[in-house]
T-cell receptor, first 113, second 110 residues
Framework: NAGVTQTPKFQVLKTGQSMTLQCAQD?????MYWYRQDPGMGLRLIYY???????DKGEVPNGYNVSRLNKREFSLRLESAAPSQTSVYFC????????????FGQGTRLTVV | EDQVTQSPEALRLQEGESSSLNCSYT??????LFWYRQDPGKGPEFLFT???AGEEKEKERLKATLTKKESFLHITAPKPEDSATYLC???????????FGQGTELSVKP
């Protein structure tokens, strides 16, 4: 039982390049999330998906897009990477949005040069 | 503004020295308060969920409590392996998703 799996674990991009971060969960959860974590800023929500077929913006959505491919998978795309997007990205999933705990992946450390 | 604030930012303890971490929240319609532990280079690991004022949860040396405005994570006789960053998060009616505090970095020295 893997839980939440993120790929890749590490990535270096040049400014302007694009990439997609992949996330899959095997817990049959309805809701999925993408967060970024920066020193001194805590975990900030980028986008979330309450259920299959829906996505909504979080606190810091600019420069990102997401796709809820199916119930298991939720991807995050950077169309034109900027140095300000250098961060650690975490995917998480939960049964629902309210009142249920979320389980996190191991993170993707992204550096944009 | 709806927010979650944790204090202190960093806490250094000697092994066996009990203490508490604080998480205060200013949201209406709390639907759940969550505590997580995060080790360096890893994702947050779920510890506890609290739903209503007066509720308490325990796990080994950790005890979480909840009031109408804040939650405490009490650490009794900590050990070096308890060193980590502890994160607090909430879901609430108007927010609709999980928001986090900044975290408390705990260091326990032998």
């Amino acid at each position: 039982n893997a839980g939440v799996t993120q790929t890749p674990k590490f990535q270096v991009l040049k400014t302007g390049q694009s990439m997609t971060l992949q996330c899959a969960q095997d817990m049959n959860h309805n809701s999925m999330y993408w967060y970024r974590q920066d020193p001194g800023m805590g975990l900030r929500l980028i986008y979330y998906s309450a259920s299959e077929g829906t996505t909504d913006k979080g606190e810091v959505p600019n420069g990102y897009n997401v796709s809820r491919l199916n119930k298991r998978e939720f991807s995050l795309r950077l169309e034109s990477a900027a140095p300000s997007q250098t961060s650690v990205y975490f995917c998480a999933s939960s049964w629902g949005l309210l009142g249920t705990e979320a389980f996190f992946g191991q993170g993707t450390r992204l550096t944009v040069v | 503004e709806d927010q979650v604030t944790q204090s202190p930012e960093a806490l250094r303890l000697q092994e066996g020295e009990s203490s508490s971490l604080n998480c205060s929240y200013t949201v209406s319609g709390l639907r759940g308060l969550f505590w997580y532990r995060q080790d360096p280079g890893k994702g947050p690991e779920f510890l506890f969920t609290l739903y209503s004022a007066g509720e308490e949860k325990e796990k080994e040396r950790l005890k979480a409590t909840l009031t109408k405005k804040e939650s405490f994570l009490h650490i009794t006789a900590p050990k070096p392996e308890d060193s980590a960053t502890y994160l607090c998060a909430v879901t609430y009616n108007q927010g609709g998703k999980l928001i986090f505090g900044q975290g408390t970095e705990l260091s326990v020295k032998p």
